[in-house]
């Protein structure tokens, strides 16, 4: 069973930084895309940012220029840099990580992102 385990949420002020952090438990499986998805209190679940194996790269509108997600397929793990926090960013932050050739998405847990303005 592959375990996706995030890390990095947290409380900070408008305008703040935070890295997320997911990393995912089978280091011998190969994972073709990889993102990042979160949730806010009452809204639908969005996607965020996505990365594929060969580093192409989508962003949700509302994030570009602030977010950047990478991903070092040696770890087989996926970061989100987030850069000029707004309140409104404030959310359950998800990752996933998807083997198309299993036709299997796998989720992390959940990370929370608070940002106080």
């Known amino acids: 069973q592959v375990q996706l385990v995030e890390s990095g949420g947290g409380l900070v002020q408008a305008g703040g930084s935070l890295r997320l952090s997911c990393a995912a438990s089978k280091s011998a499986f190969r994972f073709d895309t990889m993102g990042w998805y979160r949730q806010a209190p009452g809204k639908q679940r969005e996607l965020v940012a996505a990365?594929?194996?060969?580093?192409?790269?989508n962003y949700t509108d509302s994030v570009k220029g602030r977010f950047t997600i990478s991903r070092d397929n040696a770890k087989n793990t996926v970061y989100l840099q987030m850069n000029s926090l707004k309140p409104e960013d404030t959310a359950s932050y998800y990752c996933?990580?998807?083997?198309?050739?299993?036709?299997?998405?796998?989720w992390g847990q959940g990370t929370q992102v608070t940002v106080s303005s």
């Open positions: 996933y990580a998807d083997r198309s050739v299993a036709r299997v998405r796998y």
């Open positions: 990365i594929t194996s060969g580093g192409s790269t």
